[in-house]
């Protein structure tokens, strides 16, 4: 039952909705009803687990030395490691720059920290969860370096600033790239894409972040196979959740980016999404995602499906981390999207006077019932909106066509030299050669990019303006006929609408169901009002923090 859930909402989980999707509020109804049975889950039934193509030690490479060694002394000098979890696990980055301005471990020690997590939970045991694919050979060199900027700060008694990426170590979804790992989106095809940084990789090590590694993801963005489980890969292998192995969802496509932030392997990760996928990895692992209005961060260097729909973004334990990770992103200093002004007020966020619309349907979630509560209880006001239909046709067209021009553009531009001249029909003849490891779900949604009907330009640009101007008209009319700010939501429910609408959308843990299952509460707004977003969800969290770290995962 389970894997037929993820073959009839794959798009809306991932990608977008089906081919003529109309509002998501019935399909939210009855996941929300389901999510309250108090049923023992069932395991799900996987036809591959571990991944054929790396291991362990594949995957630490030159770092296994320093790990082990980090494993059996003491950081700084007169520190164990396990004494790092008070100052790290499920701190905020203001909280662990302040641990290290105040000596209590270094930069290179948090590197070390998290690679040592991540050896003893990601792969080749009982509670793996194959949720990070490479490590960057760099890292240490680049944390060593942040400690040495570290000490001249100190030297030349320059302010001190805790709301800044610099020395975190941090987590890029695989089809992200980097010059100091392949790009592979998961596929066994691209193992040897080894590539130039991603605009936003540049503008988040200029800003002084440390790329920590690469996080698993569902191949190819979760647009390949069709008929399997969020979360898997070939090169990767199947992300599992660190709520309850085997058993919770974990969202995709950016299931890796939002499991290993929520297991606390990386201080934040970089997800990307077209429609979904950073707002359902997000919600089901009880993280922070931001999902930005597309062209707010760069797409240069990003493994495509859709130029029209596609954007990276942040994912975090909180909505502090969100916000400075999303600041070093854009890589604009001069006019920022999220200034340090913003982050400083965030604990002072304030939700009275907002205007909120809620569709009655999703109440039937006892989680989002209470949050609705909640908001109230803060000053936010809750308009009950009666129910529209909106239809998005031919949203699957979009992402075929795009897909099918896209890539081989990445291909030609953004990717290694060896994949140049390359399209999906190359990609899909390539993965037959290994048919077993490189495609064992089939590859049925490529197929599908290959059998999408040619249009001319005329006839594409109407279909994305038809479906973006009927997702616009959905929100304003109730923004206008009832004067909200936003809309709440639960999880990735209304993502495909927000999609091609061109709302930004911010989810933010609201709690657990009787199952242990993680949901979000999702704020949407119009693009003007993006940045409070960060402020909402921020006044939520504060007044009702609901993000529990995994029990298998304390130590």
């Keep these: 039952m389970r894997f037929l859930y993820l073959f009839l909402f794959v798009f809306i989980v991932a990608c977008g909705p089906s081919q ?10 009855q996941e ?61 980055i203001p909280e662990i720059q302040s641990a290290i301005y105040e000596n209590k471990f270094t930069y290179r020690d948090l590197a070390l920290f998290y690679l040592d997590r991540i050896y003893r939970y990601d792969r080749n045991n009982e509670l793996s969860l194959n949720s990070v694919i490479s490590l960057n050979p760099k890292v240490l060199e680049q944390a060593t370096a942040a400690d040495k900027r570290m000490d001249q700060m100190k030297s030349y008694g320059e302010s001190f600033n805790p709301y800044t990426i610099t020395g975190m170590p941090i987590l890029l979804k695989d089809n992200i790239n980097t010059a100091d790992m392949p790009t592979t989106a998961g596929a066994a095809t691209l193992m040897e894409n080894q590539t130039r940084d991603a605009q936003i990789v540049t503008n988040l090590k200029d800003a002084g972040a440390i790329i920590l590694g690469k996080a698993n993801l569902s191949e190819w963005a ?21 709520y309850k192995r085997k058993f919770i969802d974990t969202g995709g496509s950016s299931s890796g980016s939002g499991v290993s932030v929520a297991a606390n392997l990386a201080v934040a990760a970089v997800g990307s999404e077209t429609s979904g996928s950073i707002l359902s990895p997000s919600s089901q692992n009880s993280v922070v995602g931001f999902k930005p209005k597309v062209g707010t ?3 240069d260097g990003i493994v495509p499906i859709s130029s029209y729909l596609d954007t990276a973004g942040p994912m975090a334990k909180s909505v502090i ?67 529209r239909e909106v239809q998005l046709n031919n949203f699957l067209t979009v992402l075929n066509a795009d897909m099918r021009q896209d890539l081989p553009a990445y291909f030609k531009e953004s990717a290694n030299k060896k994949y140049n001249g390359w399209d999906v029909g190359k990609v899909m003849m390539e993965n037959r050669k290994d048919s077993i490891n490189a495609m064992p779900y089939g590859q049925r949604l490529f197929q599908g990019i290959m059998d999408e009907k040619e249009m001319t330009d005329a006839e594409f ?80 969290e504060n007044a009702y923090p609901k993000r529990k770290i995994p029990s298998n995962y304390t130590k």
């Design 297 to 299: 961060l760069s797409g």
């Design 461 to 540: 640009l109407a279909v994305k303006n038809n479906i973006t101007a009927n997702a616009q008209n959905y929100f304003d009319s109730y923004i206008n006929d009832y004067g909200l700010d936003g809309f709440l939501s639960i999880n990735n429910y209304s993502a495909g609408i927000a999609a091609v609408g061109f709302y930004p959308a911010l989810t933010v843990p609201m709690g657990y169901d009787l199952n242990g299952v993680p949901y979000g509460l999702t704020f949407i707004t119009k693009d003007d009002l993006s940045r409070q977003l960060f402020v909402w969800a921020a006044a939520y």
């Design 32 to 92: 929300a009803k389901a999510s309250q049975e108090p049923k023992e889950l069932e395991e799900m039934d996987f036809k591959v687990l571990d991944s054929k193509y790396i291991t362990r030690d594949d995957v630490f490479a030159v770092l296994k030395a320093d790990v082990l060694r980090f494993r059996e002394s003491s950081p700084s000098g007169n520190r164990k490691k396990d004494e790092m979890n008070e100052y790290v696990l499920e701190k905020t």
């Design 321 to 387: 981390d969100a916000a400075i990770l999303m600041q070093a992103l854009t890589g604009d200093t001069s006019n920022a999207f999220i200034d340090n002004t913003l982050l400083k007020k965030l604990d002072e966020a304030s939700l009275k006077g907002r205007r909120f619309g809620i569709f009655p349907d999703f109440k039937s979630n006892p989680l989002y019932a209470k949050a609705i509560q909640d908001v109230k209880n803060l000053g936010g006001v809750i308009v009950e909106l009666p129910a």
């Design 222 to 242: 979760y647009f390949f196979c069709g008929d399997c489980p969020s979360g898997y890969s070939a090169v990767g292998g199947q992300t599992l959740s660190p």
């Design 20 to 29: 003529n999707a109309t509002t998501q509020e019935n399909n939210g109804e």
